[in-house]
């Protein structure tokens, strides 16, 4: 059982193009994490998001934070080649069993073609 | 500053071998983690570490074993590799203190294991 549920799975784009990926779950977190994983790396973090409703932006990147701290998105504006890898959410537990531990999402893999 | 370090990158084993996965950090981080990554299923953990001495399962432990006898080093133990081990694994670490559970992880670059 998949506590964060990430679609799409895959995304091939052209360059120029927006896109969105999305991070669901019926689970509360106190805060959701976001990650970008190159070939052959690990994963890094982009950004925190704590608050509900909270927005950060990143340069061309946007993320959101679900006003009931269920879900979180990702939007990425004008995408460029550069920005190609895997994305990944995880989110922290807030309550009982499941506090502080961090759910990973299966992640999105991005493809952005010039 | 190096971060988080795995040795080896690949690795081959034969069904039924042992081997050790090495991880080594230099951030004075006191949380450490295994995870497993396999196409298409995310990062699954496997153990973690919040100190010097003390380790505890993750969702997927069986087959594994860890130990943490100082900060820096939280090696992984494989002891009859089997199949189902083929996999990138990632050692990561961070640090936190109290109720500060949004810590970010730092992770190591993987090894890519292979059990033929």
């Known amino acids: 059982t998949q506590l964060l549920e990430q679609s799409p ?3 091939s ?4 193009e927006n896109l969105t990926v999305y991070c669901n ?3 509360v977190f106190s805060s959701l994490q976001w ?10 973090l982009l950004v925190t998001v704590v608050t509900g409703g909270e927005v950060k932006k990143l340069k061309r990147l946007t993320f959101q934070f679900g006003d009931a701290r269920k879900d979180s998105s990702l939007h990425i504006t004008a995408a460029q080649p550069g920005d190609t890898g895997l994305y990944l959410c995880a989110g922290v537990g807030e309550r009982g069993s499941t506090l502080g531990r961090l759910y990973f999402g299966r992640g999105t893999q991005l493809t952005v073609w010039p | 500053n190096a971060g988080v370090t795995q040795t080896p990158k690949f690795r081959i084993l034969k069904i039924g071998q042992s081997m050790t996965l090495q991880c080594t950090q230099d951030m004075n981080h006191n949380y450490m983690y295994w995870y497993r990554q ?3 299923m995310g990062l699954k953990l496997i153990y973690y570490s919040v100190g010097a001495g003390i380790t505890d399962k993750g969702e ?9 006898s100082t900060t820096e080093d939280f090696p992984l133990r494989l002891e009859l590799a089997a199949p189902s081990q083929t996999s990138v694994y990632f050692c990561a670490s961070s640090y936190r203190t109290g109720s500060s559970y949004n810590s970010p992880l730092h992770f190591g670059n993987g090894t890519r294991l292979t059990v033929t």
Do not use: A, H, K, M
Not at chain 1, 13 to 16: K, N
Not at chain 2, 60 to 68: F, H, L
């Open chain 1, 9 to 11: 799975q895959f995304l």
């Open chain 1, 13 to 16: 784009i052209q360059e120029g």
């Open chain 1, 25 to 27: 779950s019926s689970s």
């Open chain 1, 35 to 44: 990650y970008r994983q190159e070939p052959g790396e690990g994963p890094v």
């Open chain 2, 38 to 40: 396999d196409p298409g």
């Open chain 2, 60 to 68: 997927v432990p069986n087959g594994y074993n860890v130990s943490r």
